[in-house]
């Protein structure tokens, strides 16, 4: 890391690298916001057919 301060006194080679880093982690979190609410649908869903089921018996 420090090779990057030697080598580019502009910081743009740490800024393209913080750049990179910063957009892979937003595309993991943004996968894991797809699933999450991928899940919430689910249970949703799932909580809604119960609620039929048991108004069904009464």
Not at 15 to 31: C, D, P, S, T
């Amino acid at each position: 890391m420090l090779e990057l301060y030697d080598r580019d006194k502009t910081g743009r080679t740490q800024l393209k690298e913080a750049l990179r880093k910063g957009e892979e982690k937003l595309r993991v979190i943004e996968a894991q916001i797809a699933e999450l609410e991928a899940m919430r649908r689910e249970l949703q869903e799932r909580a809604a057919e119960i609620r039929r089921m048991l108004e069904e018996e009464a």
